[in-house]
């Protein structure tokens, strides 16, 4: 079984073969199937795998226990499809829609074991009045792992995609470099990926060392026949000294308490003068998603208080921080440059 696994549109879940899953899954009385796919479903994420009708499905979303953890409600895989792997397949969906949460299920004695042999911990359940005859058990599945470092799994995997699907119109960032630095200048580039705007960078007569965390990437700049090396924003010397820093849609992916060390070694590998320039996407918290790549990245939403004091801690000056959304776009986008005043 190769079909991708995706979300379902509503028309598909609309359909008499979906409702015949969902009864494998709930065993239930058709008004109550019908009642969980009208009003349950669309509160739930659901993905499933569509080969002329959906072959199976997994319903997950908020814990209904009031627990942190994602609960995978329901899930089912048509018979023709079985022993294919996808029902591993739909529960690794589940658990990297968010990573950092633990995978709950509520089962019984005739699929504790496939939860079992996917490394879930079972133990013993109170007994469920909908179905009074039947053991129950709770399943639980660890989270998946460190978010910065799955977005970086994400983008080593699939850097092709990445590409196909970027925009070759290279990001405004670039001009409003070229605007603040003389022409000659040595830039760092945080997160090359595809090599969109180092391009453009070194069309405007700009030298750029191009950088990125996933050596696809790196790979794929070397293909095109320009040098560029591995480097990790979060832990790594960035070499130096350069006249500029370019980071176009790539801060966005370090924890929040990571910042302003990053932005520190920015700094000291700037020249007394030099620029940094950096996009973050706006708003409260941070998020999972799996649009552009359809595996999820992680992404730290910030305000623009919040931006120009980390940079100021970090030891920036003359921070400029405002919102660069375009109009009509589905985001909102902040803009930050500032310069390095150091005399040291």
């Given at each position: 079984?190769?079909?991708?696994?995706?979300?379902?549109?509503?028309?598909?879940i609309?359909?008499?073969?979906?409702l015949?899953?969902?009864?494998?899954a709930?065993?239930?009385?058709?008004?109550?199937?019908?009642?969980i796919?009208?009003v349950?479903?669309?509160?739930?994420?659901?993905?499933?795998t569509?080969?002329?009708?959906?072959?199976?499905?997994?319903?997950?979303?908020?814990?209904?226990?009031?627990?942190?953890?994602?609960?995978?409600?329901?899930?089912?895989?048509?018979?023709?499809?079985?022993?294919?792997?996808?029902?591993?397949?739909?529960?690794?969906?589940?658990?990297r829609?968010?990573?950092?949460?633990?995978?709950?299920?509520?089962?019984?004695?005739?699929?504790?074991?496939?939860?079992?042999?996917?490394?879930?911990?079972?133990?013993?359940?109170?007994?469920?009045?909908?179905?009074?005859?039947?053991?129950?058990?709770?399943?639980?599945?660890?989270?998946?792992?460190?978010?910065?470092?799955?977005?970086?799994?994400?983008?080593?995997?699939?850097?092709?995609?990445?590409?196909?699907?970027?925009?070759?119109?290279?990001?405004?960032l670039?001009?409003?470099?070229?605007?603040?630095?003389?022409?000659?200048?040595?830039?760092?580039?945080?997160?090359?990926?595809?090599?969109?705007?180092?391009?453009?960078?070194?069309?405007?007569g700009?030298?750029?060392?191009?950088?990125?965390?996933?050596?696809?990437?790196?790979?794929?700049?070397?293909?095109?026949?320009?040098?560029?090396?591995?480097?990790?924003v979060?832990?790594?010397?960035?070499?130096?000294?350069?006249?500029?820093?370019?980071?176009?849609?790539?801060?966005?992916?370090?924890a929040?308490?990571?910042?302003?060390?990053?932005?520190?070694?920015?700094?000291?590998?700037?020249?007394?003068?030099?620029?940094m320039?950096?996009?973050?996407?706006?708003?409260?918290?941070?998020?999972?998603?799996?649009?552009?790549?359809?595996?999820?990245?992680?992404?730290?939403?910030?305000?623009?208080?919040?931006?120009?004091?980390?940079?100021?801690?970090?030891?920036?000056?003359?921070?400029?921080?405002?919102?660069?959304?375009?109009?009509?776009?589905?985001?909102?986008?902040?803009?930050?440059?500032?310069?390095?005043?150091?005399?040291?």
């Open positions: 079984m190769t079909a991708t696994v995706r979300r379902l549109t509503a028309e598909e609309d359909t008499d073969g979906f015949a899953l969902l009864g494998e709930a065993d239930l009385d058709t008004d109550a199937l019908i009642r796919r009208d349950e479903l669309p509160t739930m994420t659901v993905v499933g569509v080969d002329g009708s959906v072959l199976g499905f997994a319903a997950f979303g908020a814990d209904t226990h009031g627990e942190d953890r994602t609960e995978l409600h329901y899930i089912a895989v048509a018979h023709e499809a079985r022993g294919t792997g996808l029902g591993s397949r739909l529960v690794d969906a589940a658990r829609a968010d990573p950092t949460r633990p995978l709950y299920a509520s089962t019984d004695d005739d699929a504790v074991d496939f939860y079992r042999r996917l490394g879930f911990v079972v133990s013993d359940a109170p007994d469920d009045p909908r179905w009074p005859t039947r053991q129950r058990y709770d399943c639980l599945l660890e989270p998946v792992g460190d978010p910065a470092e799955l977005t970086l799994d994400a983008y080593r995997a699939h850097a092709r995609r990445y590409a196909q699907r970027t925009p070759a119109t290279p990001s405004p670039v001009a409003e470099l070229a605007a603040r630095l003389p022409v000659g200048s040595c830039v760092l580039e945080l997160g090359s990926g595809p090599g969109r705007d180092a391009d453009a960078l070194e069309a405007a700009f030298a750029v060392d191009r950088t990125d965390a996933a050596a696809s990437f790196v790979a794929m700049q070397h293909d095109a026949g320009h040098p560029a090396r591995l480097l990790d979060r832990d790594a010397d960035f070499g130096g000294p350069y006249d500029g820093v370019f980071a176009s849609a790539v801060l966005l992916h370090v929040r308490p990571r910042l302003d060390g990053v932005l520190s070694r920015a700094r000291m590998a700037t020249r007394p003068g030099g620029v320039i950096a996009s973050f996407k706006k708003g409260d918290g941070e998020h999972w998603s799996d649009a552009k790549l359809e595996v999820p990245r992680h992404f730290v939403l910030w305000r623009e208080d919040a931006l120009a004091d980390a940079f100021a801690t970090a030891g920036w000056t003359d921070v400029e921080v405002r919102d660069s959304s375009s109009p009509h776009a589905a985001e909102s986008w902040i803009t930050v440059t500032a310069r390095n005043g150091s005399r040291d």
